[in-house]
């Protein structure tokens, strides 16, 4: 199984202020026979209906994409996380998360996918009453219904509790009648179920609605054009009057911005779990091109300049999975323990998500642009071909770009990662500002230089130790100096997400890294994708860390908190050109993604 029972308990965000030991993360060289089963079953998916239909689906060959849902359905694949009562299979969120990676390349099925699965399934799996989750989740589970989830409207956007769209309860008290508008909503084409979210009369918060395709007043606008995702359905829905029996309020009135809240948290690191599926597909792409494709009397994949794309597309893609991973098992030992404590299975975890909504955050933001990176040089390596669309590239550069849209904008997500970080101190849930003040006292003391020479790990580790202390300076310095201002400083919070997101991301990298190195005798390849990815962070934390110091501090703070900066961030030289030809030649020779 994918827990261990040692393992010290660890809260969201605590990362920034505990160490972490190897072993108590999970990483994916852990995969159960069953798990590695249930990921072949994916691909093989992948490969017999979806890839040869690709264009098809991208044209919106009438009934195409619902079939396939239907076929996935049959398969188990739309029910991973469903219990078994309402027709799932009832794996655990690390197993789901794989299955999500796996189908992740799967282009505009893969968004139709994630969406029929997370949002359009789990609010009613884990709101709804036990009559609404027999009705409804047990036909979306098998594909005979498919859902969609309806929070957008044209005027909100990221500012989703601002929506327009209203429900009145009927004069006889049977029903609720929706009036508005919802925009951008993903599967609507072809859903059966619609979890739509509205205010009840002049309610301050929204509340959410199971509705029916067939209910009265509902309607469709037409498919929207879009710059990739073509095959993925994405149309406007309308209410005018639309009648919703009142036993389809789901949860409780007032409680919808709680549910598309906690729902999103689930998306956002489901959607991390995808993009490393989108992107290691377009690393096996860009490596058999460059393996293939000849210049000036050589292969391509024979120049420095193309191998170190190849090495950073790995790099990247590594270690966004790490964290991914790392977070998903800390969600399903946290959802355990909730419900240990008493808790029912859907209470406990959306508890266990929302405990790591910060790392979720991280998680979508760094994959999201770890997959933008993938798909950019994916383009270039493929050079002219590249720019053409006949050839796979032009799909995958196209098909990434809404991953730092949906689920909450990138800003929105990297502004929600400080913000939380924040507020759990404020509540004495993490006891940051204590830590940020041991830090604040290190600034003054003279640094140690004694104790005996650390090896690769323990030089990683005083790294990312050295990292944790500048997200905590300058956070600290921020809070102090700029108080209740600082929400509205949104560039500083952005650095600040900027160094906690790549401080999270290193530490994670090495922890798989370190565990791994436990397990099997040489890790000298993916000892180079920690040691350059760490390498990088150091100059990106450093970075960040002066925009923001250089933005609230002055005079001699100003001058010994960028003195502290360049000493947390300080890494030894080493020859990250070496490292990334180490790494190019595992995925050369190999001709695929194989860390
Ligand atoms: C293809 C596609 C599929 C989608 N599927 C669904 C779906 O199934 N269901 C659904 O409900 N929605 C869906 N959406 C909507 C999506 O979640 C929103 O587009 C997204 O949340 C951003 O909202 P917006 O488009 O209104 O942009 P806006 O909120 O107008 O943002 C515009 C820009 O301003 C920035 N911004 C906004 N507010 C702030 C702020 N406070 N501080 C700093 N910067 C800010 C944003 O980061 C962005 O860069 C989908 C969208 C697309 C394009």
């Known amino acids: 199984m994918t827990s261990t029972p040692q393992k010290t308990a660890i809260k969201g965000g605590e990362f920034l202020i505990r160490e972490t030991p190897a072993q108590d993360i999970f990483i994916p060289e852990d995969w159960t026979e069953e798990q590695r089963m249930i990921a072949q079953m994916c691909r093989d998916f992948l490969e017999q209906s979806v890839f040869p239909n690709l ?186 009057d639309c009648k919703v029996p009142v036993e389809n309020l789901l949860s409780e009135r007032g409680n919808g911005f709680k549910i598309a809240v906690n729902i999103l948290n689930l998306g956002r690191i489901k959607l991390g779990g995808a993009a490393l599926g989108a992107a ?36 990247r893609t590594y270690s966004s999975e790490a964290a991914t991973y790392r977070a998903s098992q800390n969600i399903d030992d946290a959802t355990k323990a909730y419900m240990e404590g008493g808790m029912d299975e859907a209470m406990a975890k959306l508890k266990g998500t929302e405990q790591f909504a910060i790392e979720a955050a991280i998680i979508k933001v760094h994959a999201s642009e770890a997959l933008d990176y993938v798909v950019d040089e994916g383009v270039q390596i493929y050079g002219g071909m590249g720019y053409s669309a006949e050839a796979p590239m032009d799909r995958a550069y196209r098909d990434a770009r809404i991953n730092r849209i949906f689920e909450g904008t990138n800003e929105i997500n990297r502004l929600l990662s400080v913000d939380m970080m924040l507020k759990r101190a404020m509540k004495g849930e993490l006891a940051l500002m204590v830590a940020a003040e041991k830090v604040a006292g290190e600034l003054m003391s003279i640094p140690d230089f004694g104790g005996d020479e650390p090896d690769a790990f323990g030089k990683l580790h005083n790294y990312v130790s050295g990292f944790k202390k500048a997200v905590l300076m300058a956070a600290g310095g921020a809070v102090q100096k700029l108080m209740e201002k600082l929400s509205k400083e949104q560039e500083v919070i952005l650095a600040l997400a900027d160094m906690l997101m790549e401080t999270y991301v290193a530490e994670s990298v090495l ?3 370190e565990k791994l190195s436990g397990q099997t005798g040489d890790t000298h390849l993916q000892m180079a994708l920690a040691q350059t990815y760490i390498y990088d962070a150091a100059d990106r934390i450093h970075r960040a860390g002066r925009i923001a110091i250089n933005a609230f501090a002055e005079g001699d703070e100003k001058r010994m908190m960028l003195m502290g900066l360049k000493r947390f961030t300080k890494v030894e030289e080493i020859n990250t050109v070496a490292l990334r030809k180490t790494i190019a030649d595992q995925l050369i020779s190999g001709n695929r993604y194989s860390f």
């Not at 393996?291 to 090495?311: C, D, M, P, T, V």
């Open 55 to 240: 264009d098809a689906i991208d044209q919106m060959d009438a009934g195409l994409m619902p079939s396939l849902l239907q076929k996935a359905g049959e398969l188990g694949l739309l029910g991973i996380s469903v219990p078994e009562a309402y027709n799932g299979i009832g794996k655990d969120f690390v197993t789901s998360m794989l299955t999500t990676e796996v189908l992740g390349a799967g282009h505009s099925f893969a968004v139709a996918l994630s969406a029929h699965t997370g949002i359009g399934t789990l609010p009613i799996l884990y709101y709804g009453t036990e009559a609404q989750k027999e009705k409804y989740v047990s036909k979306l589970a098998t594909g005979e219904w498919k859902g969609c989830y309806c929070l957008t409207e044209p005027g909100a956007g990221s500012d989703a509790n601002s929506g327009k769209t209203r429900a009145t309860l009927s004069a006889d008290g049977t029903h609720y009648l929706l009036n508005g508008q919802k925009m951008w909503i993903t599967n609507a084409g072809f859903a059966d179920v619609f979890t739509v979210f509205a205010k009840i009369d002049a309610d301050a918060n929204l509340s959410a609605f199971i509705v029916e395709k067939g209910y009265e007043g509902l309607s469709l606008g037409a498919e929207e054009h879009k710059m990739g995702i073509k095959g993925s359905s994405t149309r406007q829905v309308f209410f005018n």
């Open 280 to 315: 290691k597909e377009v690393i096996n792409k860009a490596i058999n091109y460059s393996n293939e494709r000849e210049q000036f009397g050589r292969l391509i994949s024979k120049y420095g300049a193309i191998r170190q794309k190849l090495a950073e597309m790995a790099v």
């Open 511 to 513: 922890l798989r890294v």
